[in-house]
């Protein structure tokens, strides 16, 4: 027998800050939200440390203790945050239609208005030692984490835009920056290539790649090994920062939601409509650019009025 399917009013899949921004924002509204958190509750943020950009924190907050505060909020005005993993959805193409999405394989609700926030993850180079030592000196985040390393020598790796502006971000408040590219040229704009090219404290590794980072607590430094003949250096340093590019979480709404050719969630300027009536985008499922905490809750805060508005239309 067929499990009987749940009516909701609104629907959020992910608890990163859009997801309970758009909670908290839909709750005050007396829209009864329910909010499933994915695997990762908390999102992205609670792979990092302290937070010192989020204003209200002058003396920055912990990322774990932030979200926590967040969830909470959200769950004082009513929110229902449930764990889970929405596994398939089936989205309704006319105003009015509920939207079908199934959770974990076996629960399925029926949602009025959608709202995803999903979030994107940063791709990471796949080394046991990234994966041990990130928030202890590897990190995905110049803007994040870049305060912590004023005065020192880092390292981003990466050869288009984002690490680029990540290199000459660094390069204000670091010591040295050393930029490793797999390559032997760059992917990034012309303007980028001659502001970090120029630019004396960024020294660029042609055709390299991280073997090792090196450090059992914290990031000491790490071994390069040249993509032209395997010689290897050890470079001492301080911290570690990957862009090689982000992955957003949207396999679920291909060829039902349109997306970029990065794979995110197209919206339509300055809202979080999507291409379907009554779904919502909110966070980095949909921003590829800034993928900030504040921008995040931000957009989370739109998706809930965005869909409030929709619901009232109703």
Not at 82 to 94: D, Q, S, Y
Request: proline content about 3%; charged content about 25%; overall charge negative.
């Amino acid at each position: 027998m067929e499990n009987p399917v749940e009516r909701v009013k609104i629907l959020i899949i992910g608890s990163g800050p859009a997801g309970y921004t758009a909670a908290i924002y839909a709750a005050r509204a007396d829209l009864a939200p329910v909010l499933y958190t994915g695997l990762e509750m908390g999102g992205q943020l609670t792979k990092t440390t302290e937070v010192e950009n989020f204003p209200g924190f002058p003396e920055g907050v912990d990322a774990n203790l932030l979200m926590s505060q967040m969830e909470q909020q959200a769950r004082r005005f009513g929110t229902d945050i449930r764990m889970g993993t929405v596994t398939r959805v089936a989205l309704a193409r006319e105003k009015g239609q509920a939207h079908r999405v199934e959770i974990d394989g076996e629960k399925t609700l029926e949602a009025q208005a959608l709202i995803v926030a999903t979030g994107a993850s940063a791709r990471w180079l796949g080394l046991p030692s990234e994966e041990r030592l990130k928030g202890f000196g590897v990190s995905a985040c110049a803007t994040c984490d870049g305060f912590f390393y004023r005065g020192k020598t880092v390292a981003v790796v990466g050869g288009g835009d984002s690490a680029l502006e990540e290199a000459d971000y660094l390069s204000k408040i670091c010591a040295k920056v050393y930029l490793i590219v797999r390559r032997d040229a760059f992917r990034a704009s012309k303007a980028m290539q001659a502001r970090v090219s120029s630019n004396p404290k960024i020294d660029i590794l042609w055709n390299s790649r991280i073997d090792e980072i090196l450090g059992q607590q914290a990031v000491e430094g790490v071994r390069i090994k040249s993509n032209i003949d395997d010689s290897v250096r050890e470079i001492a340093l301080e911290g570690v920062f990957v862009a090689i590019g982000h992955h957003p979480s949207t396999e679920l709404f291909a060829g039902q939601l349109d997306l970029s050719p990065e794979g995110y969630i197209l919206t339509q300027a300055g809202t979080s409509l999507t291409n379907l009536p009554g779904v919502f985008a909110a966070g980095d499922v949909q921003d590829n650019r800034y993928r900030q905490a504040i921008t995040s809750a931000g957009s989370g805060c739109k998706a809930a009025l965005d869909a409030e508005k929709y619901l009232a239309e109703l």
